[in-house]
């Protein structure tokens, strides 16, 4: 007896445009999900789904097992689970930050920062809010307020996660921009400890040092970066003009 089917099941598809003969296919393709059950007969009904993924009365087709299992594949339970609180809240704040970029591309600092600061209130350790709230003030010319964004972001751990480079060096570079030295050289320091394969973070600290008239370390710094590149030419005029000073 054939294995029994009950569950959410997908097909792919192109998508289609237009009517008759004007009908298109396109490139892109979607998925189209059905609670589908085996009966007696060895067919396969499919309903159309509710949106938490259980099936409605509403019958769509019914198709011979082998059409069936040549047509459809199994739909991972996950995608019709239900969102946990911590989820709507990290998919809430992440819409926050989108209106605040909205904000930011017509220069609207104020609401952004507002939009930003939203975007924390439902999730405390986003990233992205933290460093545009930061950035925000720091156009509206508040640096206290910005140096306070920027020191919470500095305490979220997952900021130093490589997968989050860059992040923390768009962050090294607003504190720098913002006379901020020390958080700024704190930032490229731990980021190197993360990957100090990355000529990039050796050059910025270089840079965040000569700005803070630490010449010594300035240009220990920027020899790494020229050992790991060697055309590194950013670093190479840099150290250059550091040594005319006879450091």
Do not use: C, W
Not at 11 to 27: L, N, Y
Not at 53 to 81: C, H, I, M, Q, Y
Not at 96 to 123: L, M, P, S, T
């Amino acid at each position: 007896m054939a294995e029994k089917i009950d569950g959410i099941f997908h097909e792919t598809k192109q998508i289609e445009a237009g009517t008759m003969g004007t009908k298109r296919s396109h490139d892109a393709s979607h998925d189209l999900h059905y609670y589908a059950k085996s009966n007696e007969k060895d067919e396969v009904i499919l309903y159309y789904l509710k949106p938490d993924g259980s099936a409605t009365a509403l019958e769509v087709d019914k198709l011979p097992r082998a059409e069936f299992n040549k047509r459809f594949k199994p739909t991972p339970d996950e995608k019709f689970a239900p969102k946990s609180e911590e989820q709507k809240k990290k998919e809430e704040a992440e819409a926050k930050v989108a209106i605040a970029e909205k904000h930011v591309e017509k220069e609207e600092h104020n609401a952004a920062a507002f939009e930003y600061g939203q975007a924390i209130k439902k999730d405390g350790k986003n990233l992205k809010a933290h460093l545009g709230k930061g950035k925000a003030h720091m156009a509206l010319g508040d640096v206290e307020k910005a140096k306070e964004s920027f020191q919470n972001l500095s305490e979220i751990d997952s900021l130093y996660d490589k997968d989050n480079k860059h992040v923390f060096n768009e962050y090294g570079i607003q504190l720098r921009r913002g006379k901020m030295y020390d958080l700024a050289i704190d930032n490229y320091n731990k980021a190197i400890a993360i990957d100090p394969d990355d000529e990039a973070l050796y050059f910025n600290a270089g840079r965040a040092y000569y700005e803070a008239d630490m010449q010594k370390e300035a240009v220990e710094h920027l020899e790494k970066a020229m050992a790991l590149k060697s055309d590194f030419e950013e670093a190479r005029l840099l150290h250059a003009a550091i040594s005319k000073k006879g450091v």
